[in-house]
């Protein structure tokens, strides 16, 4: 069992930046895929980025690409999603996911954090 704990939300001011991580536990962490996902208001969650075992291959959604990074480092057993110009509607709950396996996903996964709110004001 993979236990997921999200940190780093907060309320920003819209251009500002933040560092949201999740910390794992529970199984070799270079041995999961990790993945970043949101839920704003009254709408899906929503892929944001993921990250390969080794931390070797990242991909993004599309529209988030740029403005958001994703990173690991497998020798703390964190994730994390650096996210640069914020804008109001990033304003959401923040999901870390983990998946078995050393490649990356957009899907699937098996493993949820209780996530952390990031709110932007304009």
């Known amino acids: 069992q993979v236990q997921l704990v999200e940190s780093g939300g907060g309320l920003v001011q819209a251009g500002g930046s933040l560092r949201i991580s999740c910390a794992a536990s529970g199984r070799t962490f270079s041995g999961l895929a990790m993945g970043w996902f949101r839920q704003a208001p009254g709408k899906e969650r929503e892929f944001l980025a993921a990250i390969s075992g080794s931390g070797g291959i990242r991909y993004y959604l599309e529209a988030v690409r740029g403005r958001f990074t994703i990173s690991r480092n497998n020798a703390e057993n964190t994730v994390h999603l650096q996210i640069n110009s914020l804008k109001p509607e990033d304003t959401a709950v923040y999901y870390c996911?983990?998946?078995?396996?050393?490649?990356?996903?957009?899907?699937?996964?098996?493993?949820w954090g209780q996530g952390t709110l990031v709110t932007v004001s304009s």
């Open positions: 996911a983990a998946k078995i396996g050393t490649s990356y996903y957009l899907n699937g996964y098996d493993y």
